[in-house]
């Protein structure tokens, strides 16, 4: 058992289905009193219902006071999950460009705003950002996804180095492919790049439990991540044209 997350008041976004499903139920195992929240109130009742948690149904920018009246007053974990897997180029459309800053980005944005004044206060709290690896490298074929993660993980360092030292805890979850629909969604591009070395859920929840026992703060339940992004930073060009090569490939497949 993950010591930090025994009777802890935890609130997961986007936990209907896939990661977010998977995270809640690892929480709820670990002894946690858990907030399933979801756009799709019929879903996140069905997950809360299964695990004995709480259904905090609606958009996950404004959930906070709500989840945390659900935990009698208190958050101690805060899982920034739900995200949109917008694809497309720069021609696409500036409501797909809007809604992916609004969720991948700005829903992280607002719940630190309403999180972190008891957490400060406190001197303690613990912030989990589900980013992608698209936010360390990029995704073919889904500039607003991948512009939009490499936003949520600016943030979520940005928390981190700033609010350490005053107890507040940050781990970014930045997986490659995992088995659920947005998965399935990323079509042919997705199919390439995503679905070989594809995981289950479940494994991100472990790699999480993992990173919060060690008080990690990049979290990479795909390990040769580490490596991918170790050449795009000292190698930038050759990394450009390893992706361009990939680009071409997918071109050519379509």
Not at 166 to 176: E, F
Request: hydrophobic fraction near 50%; include cysteine; aromatic fraction near 6%.
């Amino acid at each position: 058992m993950v010591e930090a997350v025994q009777d802890a008041g935890v609130v997961v976004t986007g936990a209907g289905g896939g990661i977010g499903a998977a995270l809640a139920r690892r929480f709820a195992a670990e002894g946690a009193r858990v907030v399933v929240n979801d756009i799709d109130a019929e879903r996140a009742k069905a997950v809360a219902d299964e695990i004995g948690a709480y259904a905090v149904p609606g958009d996950a920018s404004a959930i906070v006071a709500e989840a945390r009246d659900a935990l009698g007053g208190t958050v101690d974990i805060y899982c920034a999950n739900a995200g949109l897997g917008s694809g497309g180029t720069e021609a696409a459309d500036e409501e797909v460009w809007e809604r992916a800053w609004d969720v991948n980005v700005m829903a992280h944005v607002r719940a630190a705003r309403a999180l972190l004044p008891d957490w400060l206060e406190r001197g303690r709290g613990r912030f989990v950002s589900t980013v992608s690896a698209a936010g360390l490298l990029t995704m073919i074929g889904a500039a607003p996804y991948s512009v939009t993660k490499h936003g949520a993980y600016a943030f979520a360092e940005w928390l981190s180095l700033t609010y350490r030292h005053r107890g507040l805890a940050v781990h970014a979850i930045c997986p490659q492919g995992v088995r659920t629909d947005m998965l399935t969604a990323a079509g042919s591009a997705g199919e390439l790049v995503l679905v070989p070395t594809a995981i289950e859920p479940g494994q991100v929840a472990d790699a999480l439990m993992a990173g919060i026992a060690e008080d990690r703060f990049l979290i990479l339940p795909h390990p040769e991540v580490a490596e991918y992004y170790q050449v795009r930073a000292a190698e930038p060009d050759r990394w450009l044209t390893q992706m361009n090569h990939l680009q071409q490939k997918w071109e050519e497949a379509r």
